[in-house]
């Protein structure tokens, strides 16, 4: 190795270096949730409910992942390993790379995005709240919890690879891995990973605690979002139907001007920009999946224009519905290679030298600026 490239490998956090020696034995399966989605458009992880846990590792690269917008009741955080990442949560964008650990705004329609030169793996670990805090816990537990539920729209919670709390929740992460992929099952398992998780969320409370958040309005946030959850299943079932506002406000109890300042908040978007990327996922889906016309795609997902269909989707995902079939679609995945190919910076990387993420993070395009057109065809 030359002296340039020794340097560059010494300047590795350690914390960071030894994660990623243990993920070299580990498989990273290739990310493609769109087709685990079940017929109304979402992703449903089953969990254990004596132990709600589960970690992912997958493999991101671009034009090899479909860019569903995704939202769930289970808390999550994510790492990238080789190179940068970005990931939208409702009206905002989270770039991040090699270290960083990203709180992930779980009940935001959230996703990854795709850029010229996106190729990283990614580790996610995902959970329920009552594995850490429940009712009847001691009063302290509920602080493990706040990085998820004090979040400030446009102030996403990314622990930096260069905070000093990097390298204990890094360390904890690494534990985490080898505890949850390792020989040991059953208790002794569960009890190592919890051990772990918590000194995560350990790290990552003490970066983003809130002093002023009281224990009742924790509890107070999170009985909104339980609440709006219900509304945002509901949403997934009658997507393709005509949905107000005010039929939305009725379902969860509000006055329909409450509705939409608590929908906002907890959902990071309006109801109807929600709705219509709703529809527009469950439209990629079909256009993968099956070989109805864009226009029968556009009917059957709540868009009775095509043209306006056109234009939000390809304002979505970048590109037009027939594009995004060329590509993505049953034709095209049956003759599309499946193995993943690391260009040469993510290459070294993964050997021990990595490219300049930093830097990188700074060149990844800026997302496109917000366009004022016609309103969604949702009723107020």
């Known amino acids: 190795m030359s002296s340039s490239r020794q340097n560059s490998a010494a300047a590795r956090p350690p914390a960071f270096a030894a994660l990623r020696r243990v993920c070299r034995s580990l498989s990273f399966r290739q990310h493609d949730i769109a087709r685990q989605l079940d ?12 132990f709600p846990f589960h970690v992912a590792l997958f493999q991101l690269q671009s034009g090899r992942f479909t860019p569903t917008w995704n939202w769930h009741e289970r808390l999550e ?37 795709d850029f010229p030169g996106f190729n990283t793996r990614v580790i996610t670990v995902t959970f329920l709240p009552e594995l850490v805090c429940s009712p009847g816990s001691p009063s302290c537990d509920y602080t493990f919890l706040l990085p998820f539920y004090t979040m400030r729209e446009g102030h996403p919670h990314c622990l930096r690879g260069s905070d000093e709390l990097a390298g204990p929740a890094t ?7 080898q505890r949850y992929f390792g020989a040991a099952s ?6 190592g990973c919890k051990a772990a998780l918590l000194q995560i969320l350990y790290a990552l409370t003490r970066k983003f605690h809130r002093t002023e958040v009281l224990r009742s309005e924790f509890g107070r946030r999170r009985r909104q979002a339980q609440r709006l959850a219900r509304l945002f299943e509901f949403v997934r079932q009658k997507y393709d139907e005509r949905i107000t506002v005010g039929q939305a406000a009725k379902l969860v109890h509000l006055s329909p001007p409450q509705f939409m300042r608590v929908f906002r908040q907890v ?21 993968r999946t099956t070989d109805r016309t864009v226009a029968e795609v556009a009917s059957s997902t709540g868009f009775s224009d095509q043209s306006y269909f056109d234009r939000r989707f390809k304002r979505a995902f970048g590109k037009t519905p027939r594009e995004f079939r060329a590509e993505f679609g049953q034709g095209a995945a049956e ?25 990188a993070a700074s060149s990844l395009p800026r997302p496109t600026p917000r366009v004022a057109g016609r309103p969604d065809p949702i009723a107020r």
């Open 335 to 359: 003759n599309r290679s499946q193995t993943i190919h690391l260009e040469p910076g993510l290459r070294a990387a993964r050997d021990g030298q990595p490219a300049s993420a930093r830097s």
């Open 171 to 177: 360390l904890a992460l690494t534990e985490l891995l």
């Open 186 to 191: 059953g208790a002794p398992m569960q009890c």
């Open 39 to 50: 017929e109304r458009g979402r992703y449903e992880l089953p969990l254990d409910r004596e």
């Open 77 to 113: 955080i994510t790492m990238p390993l080789d190179g940068p990442l970005r990931m939208r949560m409702g009206r905002q964008a989270a770039d991040v790379v090699p270290g960083d650990l990203l709180v992930v705004d779980n009940l935001k329609l959230h996703n990854y995005e």
């Open 267 to 287: 959902a990071g978007m309006t109801f109807v920009a929600y709705v219509t990327r709703v529809r527009l996922t469950q439209a990629l889906r079909w256009l």
